[in-house]
């Protein structure tokens, strides 16, 4: 299994569609995760760290199942604005994080 | 405003070249890092920095140098050891070690070409 790993998309979606987005990882021991969203040609921006079993933030809602080694990210009511690519993100220890090679998503009118 | 910034903006250079990009945080934040990303590609973790006058090796260090002697200032120098430098850098912050959640920020990167 790759360290982590995520659907490749692209995720083509209407105006208000529910999405949602897997990962997997392969470090058991890994204690933190997160979602950044990356615009085309910018930098990572930090969306949501995920906490013990998931946490929400108004439309998304990450989750994790530690057993399984897997993390979700669902965005209800998707915005035009939503569009971008999504990265799974794990800490591996010493501070430093290894990240998927995200999935894309537009968001179509 | 608290924040990350880097520079130049894009660089280009010519075989053979050293270059350096620089990596400003005033976050006062004590951990640095560096990252490669190429199209298509996850980032790659090339250099971080724990502490001023400290700093440990990434995945893909070879043909890169870094130092660390302010606690805002982490510069990455390509060197033409590098052999396909042409990228997107990107230096990022974190408050350091010992936190569980310990979420990075970034910069806004730099463009490299190797012309």
């Known amino acids: 299994r790759k360290e982590v790993e995520q659907d490749p998309g692209p995720f083509n979606v209407p105006e208000g569609a529910t999405v949602a987005f897997n990962c997997t990882y392969s470090?058991?021991?890994?204690?933190?995760f997160f979602w950044y969203r990356q615009d085309c040609r910018k930098e990572p921006k930090l969306l949501m760290s995920?906490?013990?079993s998931g946490n929400e933030d108004g439309r998304f809602t990450a989750q994790l199942n530690r057993a399984s080694q897997y993390i979700s990210l669902l965005i209800r009511d998707s915005k035009l604005s939503d569009s971008a690519t999504y990265l799974c993100?794990?800490?591996?220890?010493?501070?430093?994080?290894?990240f998927g090679k995200g999935t894309m998503l537009l968001v179509s009118p | 405003d608290g924040g990350i910034t880097q520079s130049p903006k894009y660089l280009f250079r010519k075989e053979g070249q050293n270059v350096t990009l620089s990596c400003e945080q005033n976050?006062?934040?004590?951990?640095m890092y560096w990252y490669r990303q190429d199209p298509g590609q996850g980032l790659r973790l090339i250099y971080y920095?724990?502490?001023?006058?400290?700093?440990q090796k990434g995945d893909i260090a070879e043909g890169y140098s870094v130092s660390r002697e302010k606690k805002e200032s982490f510069p990455l120098t390509v060197t033409s050891a590098q052999k396909n430098p042409t990228a997107f850098y990107l230096c990022?912050?974190?408050?350091?070690?010992?936190?569980?959640?310990?979420?990075?920020?970034f910069g806004p990167g730099t463009r490299l070409t190797v012309l």
């Open positions: 990022a912050s974190s408050m350091g070690s010992g936190g569980l959640y310990n979420e990075q920020f």
């Open positions: 470090n058991s021991a890994s204690q933190s």
């Open positions: 995920v906490y013990s």
């Open positions: 993100v794990v800490n591996r220890g010493y501070s430093t994080l290894t």
């Open positions: 976050l006062n934040h004590d951990a």
């Open positions: 920095s724990q502490i001023v006058n400290d700093f």
